[in-house]
């Protein structure tokens, strides 16, 4: 399995594919609703691609100087728990090693908190609820990882 920038506009579209089938597909949202997510910063996209597709993805973007957000990350469901997650935000890390960055950040889903800690990411304040996620009982904590 190969980590790498998601290249060109193939490429972004299959990962957006992914994004929705994992993300937001099983919770009944929109196919555009991603574009309610975006922020208005530079943004990095990596992809986890095997021998024969692709099987993961992260979009973070740059929050400041001194910081980047995981916005989404997502494993296809019969890739999960076999450390594609883990390593696309290692690719993550390297990519931002030796930079002004100091601090990665996530709103995790609740249902995810237990991944990102793994990852070495620590809760920042308490959880709260956002009106798209609370119907389906998944509540949002924000974390850091300091680089
Ligand atoms: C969350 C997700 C990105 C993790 O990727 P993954 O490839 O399945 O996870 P990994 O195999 O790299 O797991 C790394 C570690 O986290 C643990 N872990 C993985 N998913 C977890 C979860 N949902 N809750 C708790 N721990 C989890 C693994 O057991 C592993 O632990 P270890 O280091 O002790 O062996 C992936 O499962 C996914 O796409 N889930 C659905 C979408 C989602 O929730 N995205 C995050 C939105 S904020």
């Avoid at 609703?33 to 943004?43: A, C, I, Q, T």
Wanted: one cysteine or more.
């Amino acid at each position: 399995m190969n980590i790498k920038h998601a290249g060109n506009q193939e490429e972004k579209r299959e990962l957006d594919q992914l994004l929705w089938e994992v993300l937001w597909k099983p919770l009944g949202f929109p196919r555009d609703v991603r574009k309610h997510f975006n922020l208005d910063s530079p943004r990095i996209e990596l992809v986890a691609v095997d021998e024969k597709s692709m099987v993961g993805g992260l979009v973070a973007y740059y929050i400041s100087d001194s910081e980047v957000e995981i916005r989404h990350i997502a494993v296809k469901s019969d890739t999960q728990n076999k450390t594609v997650g883990k390593r696309l935000i290692g690719s993550l890390k390297s990519l931002l090693a030796g930079k002004s960055v100091t601090k990665i950040s996530v709103y995790a889903r609740s249902t995810s908190e237990g991944f990102y800690g793994r990852c070495g990411f620590k809760p920042v304040g308490e959880k709260f609820k956002h009106k798209l996620f609370a119907e389906h009982g998944i509540d949002i904590q924000p974390m850091h990882l300091d680089l």
